[in-house]
Structures are given as C-alpha cells and as structure tokens.
C-alpha cells in the first residue's frame, strides 16, 4: 500500500513539474517578429536575409520584403539582416507575450556597391548585375560627400557629360555621348520634366536635397519613354520614407563664387533646408522647402554687368501615400520658383540702364501607384501634370534717380506659358523564370502659349508598347521591344523597334549587347517659338520632320569580385533629320531650327570600379567622336577624317577615417580638347573647311565629411581647385544658338564652401 501510494505521489509530481515547465515554455516561446524591408527608394527587400543573433532563427524577405520568425523567447533580440550591395543593418526588438512584434527597416546602400539595385528601364527594381540595360547609378551618398548645389554639379565629373553655358539667358545645357540635351530625356521619378527652350535647364530646376539618387541609362530608350531619348536617359529619384516613423533633417551650405562671398549683400552662394517626414500603419507624409541664393559673379565685366547671372530659387515640396504588401500609391507635389536678374551696363550719355528680370514659376503634380495582384501579375499607373510660366520683365533704370520705367522694346515684357499631361500604364504578366511580358500605354498632351509662341499650338501623342524578357537559360537573357505611336501634328513611324541582351559568359563576365531605333519628335519649342529681342534672332520652323536613329551599343562586365568590378563598353548612332540651328533663307540675319541629314557619334568607355581597405575610387577612361559635317561635300573641301575625336579621363577617391568619423574625397576630370571643322570664306572667295577647337582643361574638387554626432554632419571642401572660368575657343560656334565668338564660359573659379546638415529620427 505504501509503495502504491509513493507511486502515485512521484507520478502526481512528474505531471506537475511536466505542466509547469510547459506552461514555462510556452510563455517563452510564443512571441513573434513580422517585418518589412525597403530598400533606400522605398521598394521591397527582397529576399534579404534576417536572422536572429545567438538563435538558430533565419529566415529571407519574400517578393514584398516581408518576413515573418515565429517561436521566438519573449524579451529582447538582435535582429540582423544583409542584402549584396547594402550596408547589413543590426536592431533590437523587443518580442513581446502571445503578439507579434511589428517592423518596418530600410536598407541604405552601401558607399562600396557594386551591383546596386536600379529601376529604370526595369520591369521591377533588380540589381544592375540582372539588368540587361547598362545602368550608372550616382547614390545619394556620393552627391552628398560633393557638397552639390544642383544636379550639374553632380554630372559634371562623369564620363560623357559636358554642359555649355548660355549667360545672357542664364541657362546651362547638358550634352551626353557626344549629343546635345534637346536628346537627353530628364525624368523626375519616372515622368518627363519640362523646358521652355531647347535646353534642358530643368535639370538645375530640381531640389538637390530631393535626391535619393541618378540613374543614367545610355543609348536610345524610345521604347520604354518615347521621345527625346535618343542619346539616352537620366532618371532622378526622390527619397522616400525609410524605417523611421518620424524625421526631421535640414541642411545649410555657404560658399564662395570665385573669391566673391558676403552673406549680408547675397554675395556668393547660400542654401537652406528642411524637411520632415512621418508614417504610420502604411501611411506616409513628407514636405520639404529649400532656397538656393546665387549673388552672381562679375568676372571680366565692369560696372553694373555680370559674367554670371544673380539666380535666387525656392524650391518646395510635398507628398502623401500608403504602402501594403501587395500595393502602393502616392502624390507628390514639386514647386519651383526661379528669378534671375540681368543688369545692364549704364549708358555715361543718358545715365540709363536696361534690367531684365527672367521669373520662373514651375509646378509639377505626379500621380503614382502599382498594384502586385499576385505573384505573377502587376499594375502600374503614372500620371503627371506639369504648369511651367516663364515670365520676361525688361525695365530701363534712370541711375541718376533711381526711377524705373517698363521697356516697350519687342520681346521686352512676355510670358511664355507650357503645360504638359502624361498618363502611363503597364501591366506585367511573369509566366515564369524564362518568360515575362510588359505592355502598356503612353500619353502625352502639351500645349503652350505666349507672346513669342505662334497661336497656341499643342501636340497630342499616343503610343502602345510592348516588350518581354525571354531566358532560355539562367545566363541568357533577351528583351525585344516595340513602340506604335500615332502624332497629332507630324506623321510618326509607324513602329519604334529595339532589341537588348545579356550573356553571363562566365559567373564572373557578362556580355550585353543592343540595337535601338531611336526616335524623337519635334517639341512646341522647336516648331512655333520665336525668340527675338537685342541679342537674339530665333524662329521656329513649323516644317520639322522627326528625327530618327539607328543605335548600336555594348558593354562587357568584369567583376573578379564583390570590390573591384571593370566595365568596357562601346557605343554607335547614325540620326537622320537631326534638329539643329540655321540661317533662315529669307533673312541671313535670322536663326531657325532646321534639319540636318545626317550626324553620327561612336566611341568607347572604360570604368573601373574598386574597393581596398578604407580607401574607394573610380578610374574611367572615353574617347568620343563627333560626325563631321563637312565630309560629305569632298569637291569643296578635300579630304576630311569622318569623326573628330575627344578624349575624357575621371578619378573619384574616397578614403575613410572611420576612428574619427571621417572621409577624405577628391573628384577629378580630364575633358579632351573638343575639335570641329567650319566653312570659311578666304580673302579671294575661295570656301575651305578650317579646324577650331574648344580648349581641353581639367577639373578638381576636394571636400572632407565628418560625422560630429548622431545627428550632425559637417560638409567643407575645395570646389574648381584649378581655377578654370572660360576655355580658350577658336570657332564662332560654342553649342548653343545664342553663343557668340570668343572663349567658352565654364564657371565662375575657385570656390569654397563650410555646410552642416542635420537629421533625427525617431522609430
């Protein structure tokens, strides 16, 4: 009896001890994580790796860069998670009792990436590894260690960019592969940005402190962006909303123009900004407001006239959207308000000067969202409306008396108006691993009006598209391409073929290779605006044909490993009806826009990319040639070379004291001598081609970035070190319709500039 009641006793306290460490166990083990991962531009991260510290726990993101660890002790973790071409990012959660623990965790690019995830010309953002577009892509980290102003002084150190600068308009316009701006297509998020003239002087239009990043895609896109994108595609991307549920930032730079600066007379350069952004639940709200001060620079003029016009710009914006797993949408709103100030000498006879005040104003609304209805299926919408006034005010100024009267002169006291509507629709359909398809639509509506626009014209253009990713294996992949398009105003082609692809020679090497019809219509600008005041004389030409192209380009790919990756590639275009200025036939004294029969570019790149210890740098190498248009007219002028050639060299070194927070950068370019052939008449009337030249010259920049705390960033640098403010010319011709003779202008000299920006962040 005694044994059976020990018995049971010992059975009674194992059950008990058994309950207990259960009821134990299960009060440890019932917490979970479900999380989130975006990358820098808020796109999903996906398949990241997440794993806990000191747990056995892992898992990878899905297609949404959502996770999900269940099983988890209640208390505190180290969650870690990794993504190739992002810095790895370490958080303690807090897992609580019997809920899941809710995180969302943005992912920053890492400053040494070399296969950063791109999305322009993409179906979806995949790394530029993937891509069968060679892509370039300038992070947000390297505009900030430039301490940039505006986006030229972010381009004008890469490969293939050159800018010429119209100083009587204060306008600067940007060639890329040998090809002026009217054929480089500016997009903000995705949609085109607007111009008033043939110039793309939108691109300095845009808040720097906007930026998350560039991408630069080379070559002609008319496929995917339709018109003006023949030369290629610069794609300028706006941060996002990251982990933080709030944040604030701001930022102020001063710099000097040459060896100009007072902070109280404007003198110089200043910039403010602040920002702030919030989120919760999926939603998201940010706003921004930045003023940019240029005092002007008076270089080798005297009196009252400035080399460099005085610019001031204010620059807002603001967007609202939500996020969920499987959809996003959002608006964004961009407002620009620009003046520049052009003083004119003072007459010593009536003691009166002309003023011209060119005023800006440019607001922008975009529309986006995309809609993952499953796994295989996806929507995306864009819809963009852009209201762009540039506003002339001319005023003749008694000096004596400081009284102004408005100018009666013609083109003296004119608004130009222009809006553009675009409505974009894809669909995305993935059969599998070896076939996707996109197809969708592209409208485009402008319209523009004013006292130097003919009537008030518009241009309707609607175009259908469709292209498909076949990969018959893991190491190839091919994407044919075509664009019908039907124009309200001129008779387009009937269809824009293309045709890219990728060849992963090795794990190491990949080949791309592709071949484009470019296309690109005449715009309002070129067709009915008429331009004519003191210094200049420019009619639109309503008889513009479209232009054409046929491009062939390459690239091979060399990454011997995840720091050092090399880059060659090899471009070819032949246009035909290139837009370009002429004499008008009815008045010798006038410029039209006219068609050219043919132009050609061809030439090469070379980029090196590598990573050693704290030490990061980019070494590249081109060597463009420009079609001489004198060749084809052997009996006037003899014996020409087809391509006049120009070299570029670029360095960009980082090096990083990490002890002290600190880097160390210098941002260097070679630009080769640009040579051209002009037709001139000797002293017996004997007409002979004669070389002219742009003199070659060499840029530097040094700057230094230190982090003073959690939420102070100090900025300060060199800017120009070499000092270079006009390049030495022999041609009348400096690329642009209102040049005249003489040296190039470039930029206002040495400068130096001290900033600080600040961020908080709170999860």
Do not use: C
């Amino acid at each position: 009896m005694k044994k059976k009641y020990t018995r049971h006793l010992y059975t009674a306290w194992f059950l008990f001890l058994l309950m207990n460490t259960t009821r134990l166990w299960a009060q440890q083990t019932v917490g979970s994580i479900e999380g989130t991962i975006l990358l820098a531009d808020g796109t999903p991260g996906a398949l990241a790796t997440v794993q806990l510290k000191g747990i056995k726990k892992a898992t990878m993101a899905n297609g949404n860069g959502q996770f999900t660890i269940t099983g988890l002790p209640v208390g505190k973790h180290e969650l870690q998670l990794s993504m190739v071409g992002y810095e790895s990012v370490s958080q303690i959660i807090q897992v609580e009792n019997n809920r899941p623990t809710n995180v969302t965790i943005r992912l920053k690019a890492a400053s040494n990436a070399l296969d950063e995830v791109v999305v322009t010309g993409q179906y979806e953002p995949q790394s530029i590894k993937k891509s069968v577009y060679q892509v370039r892509v300038i992070s947000s980290e390297r505009i900030r260690l430039r301490g940039a102003l505006n986006v030229m002084g972010v381009l004008n150190n890469e490969l293939g960019f050159r800018f010429s600068n119209d100083l009587t308009l204060g306008t600067t316009d940007v060639q890329l592969m040998g090809m002026a701006g009217r054929s480089v297509k500016i997009l903000l998020d995705g949609l085109p940005m607007v111009d008033r003239g043939d110039t793309r002087e939108s691109i300095n239009q845009i808040d720097i402190n906007s930026i998350e990043r560039i991408e630069i895609v080379e070559g002609p896109m008319s496929v995917s962006y339709g018109s003006d994108a023949l030369a290629g595609v610069i794609n300028i991307i706006t941060k996002k909303p990251g982990a933080e549920r709030l944040g604030i930032t701001a930022r102020i730079q001063e710099e000097t123009a040459g060896s100009d600066y007072n902070l109280l007379t404007k003198q110089g350069v200043h910039l403010q900004n602040v920002g702030a952004t919030w989120q919760k639940n999926g939603w998201n709200v940010s706003a921004g407001v930045t003023n940019n001060t240029f005092g002007g620079w008076q270089g080798l003029s005297e009196g009252r006239v400035n080399d460099w016009l005085p610019k001031d710009q204010l620059f807002g914006h603001g967007k609202f959207g939500y996020r969920s797993a499987r959809a996003n949408v959002y608006y964004r709103l961009d407002a620009l308000k620009e003046n520049l100030l052009s003083q004119g000498a003072e007459n010593v006879n009536t003691n009166q000067a002309r003023d011209q005040k060119y005023i800006t104003n440019r607001y922008v609304h975009q529309l986006q969202g995309d809609w993952k209805v499953n796994d295989r299926f996806q929507l995306t919408g864009q819809a963009s409306y852009t209201d762009y006034q540039r506003r002339t005010q001319t005023t003749i100024l008694d000096v004596s008396t400081g009284l102004r009267t408005l100018s009666l002169g013609t083109g003296e006291q004119d608004v130009s108006k222009f809006t553009s509507q675009t409505y974009r629709a894809t669909t995305q359909y993935t059969a599998s691993s070896a076939f996707s398809l996109q197809s969708g639509i592209d409208i485009n509506l402008d319209g523009a009006s004013g006292a130097r626009i003919s009537g008030s014209p518009t241009i309707n253009d609607y175009a259908l598209f469709v292209s498909s990713t076949i990969s018959p294996t893991a190491r190839i992949s091919i994407r044919p391409g075509l664009r019908f398009i039907r124009n309200s105003v001129y008779d387009a082609p009937p269809v824009i073929p293309s045709l890219n692809a990728k060849f992963a020679l090795t794990s190491k090497l990949d080949l791309r290779v592709a071949y484009a019809r470019g296309f690109r219509s005449p715009a309002l600008r070129e067709l009915y605006f008429n331009f004519f005041d003191a210094s200049h004389s420019i009619r639109g030409n309503p008889d513009l044909k479209a232009e054409t192209s046929n491009s062939f380009n390459g690239s091979l790919a060399l990454q011997t490993s995840s720091k050092v990756k090399s880059t060659l590639g090899f471009f070819y275009n032949d246009f035909n009806n290139l837009i370009s200025y002429g004499v008008d036939p009815t008045n010798p004294s006038i410029s039209m826009t006219i068609n050219i029969d043919k132009f050609k570019t061809t030439g090469a790149t070379l980029e090196n990319v590598f990573t050693w210890k704290d030490l990061q740098a980019t070494v590249g190498f081109s060597y463009i040639g420009r079609y001489n248009s004198l060749l084809s007219d052997t009996t006037a002028y003899g014996s020409l070379p087809t391509f006049i050639w120009s070299p570029e060299v670029n360095t960009n070194l980082t090096y990083s004291l990490k002890k002290i927070g600190t880097k160390l950068s210098v941002f260097y370019k070679y630009t080769g001598k640009r040579p051209s052939y002009t037709a001139t008449v000797t002293a017996d009337n004997q007409v002979s081609a004669t070389l002219t030249e742009i003199a070659a010259f060499h840029w530097a920049d040094a700057t230094l970035t230190k982090t003073l705390n959690k939420f102070l960033i100090l900025n300060a640098g060199v800017k120009n070190l070499l000092n270079i403010t006009r390049l030495a010319n022999t041609s009348t011709d400096t690329g642009s319709a209102h040049s005249t003779a003489g040296p190039v202008p470039y930029s206002y000299g040495r400068s130096y500039f001290l900033g600080i920006s600040f961020q908080w962040y709170k999860n």
